[in-house]
């Protein structure tokens, strides 16, 4: 049975990033898929090296969409598949990840040859479409991705009350440093506050921003730096990862308590 593992983290914090690097560190060793739940339909471009399709797009022109019409396989042989969503005020955003896991379940994409399911999934969007992953079983542990920013950590902090809600299993908090004063120890003291631990950390790249401007990952373009290094402990950390817990979010007066000690 595949590994199935739920990327989550308020948009822009860097949550594509993420998993597009890990997957790129599983394909040495591993079948991948990565799935696209977020409306940019950004996950898969640095793996693909361009956007592609999205299955709310494609089935749109191809009532009777086929496997080899939305699956793309990116660096390292790593399937990709975006869900997409609607044009920005039209409909719910959630749908599209409705509609792609129906599809991706109709079309049999969900295999026995697979080892590493990633989803990328947009958590600072309340729609239930969101809670997919988890609420349909589709994903079987969960991390969330923050920096120590006050708005990063409060929307960690609400997708743990989404987590908590759905009985899911949150893996860890990974550490995706925006380069504020003492911005490890916020967010391993969130962690503990919640009842889980910082399972990796990130520091803040040029590498990044030069990577993704080629549209490639850090491990294509910079593998054998630390920084790629970097990724691939936070991969194998996740990979051989057994500690998972319900987790126990602040209420909003204790998070607005916790974030100013450290002010």
Known sequence: MSKR??????????????????AAAYSEDHNVLVIGCDPKADT???LV?????????????????????????????????????????????????????????????FSDDLDIIIYDVLGDVVCGGFAVPLREDFAD????????????????????KGIK?????LGGIICNCRGIENEINIVSDFADRVGSKVIGV??????VQKSEIDAKTVIEKF????????????????????DFVIPNPLGIDEFDEFFRKFQ
């Open 5 to 22: 593992i739920a990327i989550y983290g308020k948009g822009g914090i860097g949550k594509s990033t993420i998993v597009s690097n890990i």
């Open 44 to 46: 898969t471009r640095t």
């Open 49 to 109: 090296g361009k956007r592609i399709p999205t299955i709310l797009d494609i089935i749109k022109e191809k009532k009777d969409a086929s496997y080899e019409d939305i699956i793309y396989q990116g660096f390292g042989d790593v399937l990709c598949v975006e869900s997409g969503g609607p044009e920005p005020g039209v409909g719910c955003a959630g749908r599209g990840v409705i509609v792609a896991m129906k599809l991706l379940g109709k079309l049999g994409t």
């Open 141 to 160: 542990e969960v991390y969330i991705v923050t920096s120590g920013e006050y708005m990063a950590l409060y929307a960690a902090n609400n997708i743990c």
């Open 165 to 169: 809600k759905l009985k899911g299993n």
């Open 202 to 207: 990130i520091p803040r790249s040029e590498m």
């Open 223 to 242: 593998g054998e730096t630390e920084q790629a290094q970097l990724y691939k402990k936070l991969a194998k950390s996740i990979y051989s990862n057994e």
